[in-house]
């Protein structure tokens, strides 16, 4: 196979989110499914032959695990565990440190780099984007890649850019595939979340995309329906003091069409005119 074949072949992979190699070395499944009737034949062969007794013998519950014997439940959905590892951090390097070493969630296991939010302390704007995408898992940086470039001709088009504005992902880590996180995996991210904005400080904040707004708002609010706006939020002492937030389409919802610009360019103009003072 020439240098072009392997090229296309690795844009097909990437292009069906395939993006993660689980081991060094391939695995002949069908080999290994073979050797596994071969003794399977063999031990049905050889069972008539066993002593009764043994034969009788009660099965033998599976040994767990005590991770298996007591499951990260808790609060919703597992945000127990969350907040137990947050407990006490007082400081943005002791965050970080406590958000990539948490590994009671699952995506911390499957992704590359933990994405951490990025930005100076107590900044007008925190913009929360949507779980990692692949040019972020890759880098580690937030609104990297393709949507970052998207993000910077926004800001831009107000006079603003993205030095001067806290940058944060909803949930640290890229789900495999890319696939959307589940209740309990976006349970567990959200005291992350929350204890990232207590300790950065912003003035307001701005979600970009169904899954920020739906973890600051809440899971049963509709994000096309509540752009366009100024709301305040309504969280635990966990989150600090309540904020204005305005929710928007996310930066690589830019290219989906003319509406999707238009709703873009409309939230825009809104944040410059609260950034300018003319509205509170």
């Known amino acids: 196979m020439d240098a072009g074949a392997v090229a296309a072949l690795l844009e097909l992979q990437i292009e069906w989110g395939v993006d993660v190699l689980l081991d060094e070395a391939p695995h002949d499944r069908f080999a290994e499914w073979e050797a596994e ?17 043994v034969r009788h013998t009660a099965k033998r519950r599976p040994v767990l695990s005590e991770e298996t014997r007591h499951p990260v439940e808790g609060g919703p959905g597992g945000s127990d565990a969350a907040l137990a590892a947050l407990a006490g951090i007082t400081t943005i390097a002791a965050l970080e440190k406590a958000i990539d070493g948490f590994v009671a969630c699952s995506l911390r296991g499957t992704a590359t780099h933990t994405v951490l939010p990025r930005g100076p302390v107590g900044a007008r704007v925190m913009v929360i984007g949507d779980a990692p995408d692949a040019d972020e898992d890759r880098s580690g940086i937030v609104f990297s890649g393709e949507s970052g470039g998207l ?8 006079g603003r850019t993205r030095e001067e504005m806290i940058l944060a992902p909803a949930i640290p880590w890229r789900p495999p595939g890319g696939r ?22 912003p003035e307001r904040l701005l979600l970009c995309g169904g899954l920020a707004t739906r973890m600051i708002l809440g899971p049963d609010i509709n994000p096309a329906r509540a752009r366009g706006n100024w709301r305040t939020t309504a969280w635990g002492p966990e989150g600090g003091p309540q904020r204005p937030v305005m929710t928007m389409r996310h930066p690589s919802q830019l290219r989906a069409g003319a509406t999707a610009r238009r709703q873009i360019w409309d939230d825009m103009l809104l944040l410059a005119v609260t950034l300018d003072g003319a509205m509170n």
């Open 180 to 201: 959307p996180p589940s209740p309990v995996e976006v349970a567990q991210c959200l005291p992350m979340l929350l204890r990232s904005i207590a300790l950065y400080q």
């Open 151 to 158: 993000l910077g001709r926004m800001l831009a088009s107000i």
């Open 37 to 53: 009737q071969a003794a399977r034949v063999a031990h049905q062969t050889t069972a008539p032959a066993l002593d009764g007794a």
